[in-house]
């Protein structure tokens, strides 16, 4: 029988060894005024059913991956934070993940997620990570977007490339096998194949590059990327120390035991303003955040920085607005043509 485990108590003793716009069709903000400006009439109700759910969604599996091949938190060393639906979940060591999550690490944590069967994803200090946010052209494999921080993906045999590819605000690394560490810092991307291959897509060039066993690219400003043979001093030096080990596959240890993520509160605007801002995330978002709408501060702000995320409007003034898809426009990565 399966485990089910609260998530502050989930970490185990267990040895572990190094070796990424639509406007309003009429009317303007100032013609609006929607149902859900009545905030103080409807909130606090929607807040108890919402409250009194928690528990119970908590506990439901990762079921869009499904049970078994769900990605699972298998090493956590430091704090990290889970964003689901209008949530925040502590993350743990036995945590199943969904798509839509955001995984977001504190400075100096270490996380690694293990796919069964696929990939091992590490990330570094300070990493904020999407799950299933894409699906590369012509294929229904589930994706990950990196907006910042540190990813290293180790493949586990040729099922790794079909579990995952990564899409990040300037690149996405399509058609890999082997390790690749990726670094996405402000508007500068990097990518180190430390073993095997990968195909960049410079998104703002619609450009492919392919990488062999230890070449290094950086994508930065108006340049085009020019692999180099090896990466540069500086970046070898900031990789985390975790990155440089050999580390082992720690998901058997978890396959009878479901870790429920401590519930931990909610987060505010200025906690998700860089996810909000992403110009390739932004309908997505809307679907994913919907609920946040009603919570007023979360409204508020949302409002008063509408010119730099305009998805929202139809959220915020619906009778404004003609419906819209929340995620009709969604920008996918170009799939690179064949060389």
């Not at 639509?22 to 606090?44: E, F, L, M, V």
């Not at 910042?148 to 890999?176: C, F, H, N, Y």
């Not at 020019?226 to 970046?235: C, G, K, L, T």
Request: net charge neutral.
């Amino acid at each position: 029988m399966t485990k089910v485990t609260p998530g502050d108590e989930s970490n185990l003793a267990v040895g572990r060894s190094r070796a990424k716009i639509s406007s309003p069709s009429r009317g303007t903000i100032s013609d609006c005024k929607s149902p859900r400006s009545q905030q103080g009439q409807t909130g606090g109700k929607k807040a108890m059913r919402l409250g009194s759910l928690v528990a119970t969604l908590l506990a439901i599996p990762a079921l869009a991956f499904g049970a078994e091949s769900a990605p699972t938190i298998t090493i956590l060393e430091g704090n990290a934070a889970i964003l689901r639906g209008g949530s925040r979940l502590a993350a743990a060591e036995g945590v199943r993940l969904q798509i839509d999550d955001v995984v977001e690490t504190a400075a100096g944590t270490f996380l690694q997620i293990e796919y069964a069967p696929g990939p091992i994803l590490d990330l570094g200090s300070g990493t904020r990570l999407m799950l299933g946010s894409y699906a590369s052209t012509g294929s229904a494999r589930p994706a990950l977007y990196l907006l910042s921080g540190w990813l290293k993906l180790t493949g586990r045999g040729e099922a790794a490339r079909q579990v995952v590819s990564v899409a990040s605000p300037r690149m996405d690394i399509t058609d890999w096998k082997g390790a690749d560490v990726i670094r996405v810092a402000g508007d500068t991307s990097m990518l180190f194949v430390e073993s095997g291959q990968a195909r960049v897509l410079d998104r703002r060039f619609g450009t492919s590059t392919e990488l062999q066993d230890g070449e290094y690219v950086e994508l930065k400003g108006q340049k085009a990327p020019v692999p180099a043979p090896r990466p540069p001093a500086a970046f070898v030096a900031a990789v985390p120390a975790p990155f440089r080990d050999s580390l082992p596959a720690r998901l058997p240890l978890f396959a009878e035991r479901r870790v429920v993520p401590r519930y931990s509160g909610t987060f505010n605007y200025s906690d998700v303003e860089a996810w909000l801002n992403d110009r390739d995330l932004g309908h997505r978002l809307v679907r994913v955040w919907e609920v946040k709408a009603n919570d007023p501060a979360f409204r508020a702000s949302l409002i008063a920085n509408l010119a730099a995320h305009p998805e929202w409007f139809p959220v915020l003034y619906p009778d404004c607005c003609e419906s819209t898809p929340a995620d009709g426009n969604d920008h996918r990565p170009v799939k690179p043509s064949s060389e």
